[in-house]
């Protein structure tokens, strides 16, 4: 298990744009399980949308992204040094909205791995039930 800091210690993402929470679950080159708890603090809520707040698809793709980032980075030796880019998002459906008090369970798997270039399955879940889904291509290049 893996809290905020060790996160931060392999992302170099941080507030507001940090997505993820914890990291239940990791099989380096394989799979990983991460959280991110939805609050109502979140800055996205203000505009999106006012007395209806619903998390962004785009962010909650985003935050995958992020978790996937986590297992592709806590191998690499000079990860510092890194970045991970999207190269593209391919079958990306949402099920249901994201509301505050949600928690988001994120579950990847790698289905291609060559040198600097990944491919995963990442799903979403709120409460067991699916909210959204996409196939994640990446790559690592230097800063």
Do not use: W
């Not at 399980?33 to 800055?43: A, D, L, M, P, W």
């Amino acid at each position: 298990m893996m809290d905020v800091v060790a996160i931060q210690g392999i992302l170099p993402h941080r507030y507001p744009f940090l997505l993820v929470d914890r990291i239940l679950e990791i099989e380096p080159g394989k799979r990983i399980v991460g959280i991110k708890n939805v609050t109502v603090n979140e800055e996205f809520f203000q505009g999106h949308f006012p007395g209806k707040p619903v998390m962004p698809g785009v962010l909650i793709i985003e935050a995958m992204a992020q978790v996937g980032g986590v297992l592709l980075l806590m191998d690499v030796e000079n990860r510092q040094d890194k970045l991970v880019y999207f190269m593209g998002i391919d079958e990306a459906r949402f099920r249901r909205p994201v509301v505050p008090g949600d928690q988001i369970r994120f579950e990847l798997e790698v289905l291609r791995l060559k040198a600097s270039v990944c491919k995963l399955q990442g799903k979403a879940f709120v409460d067991g039930a699916l909210v959204a889904e996409a196939v994640i291509m990446s790559s690592m290049v230097d800063r």
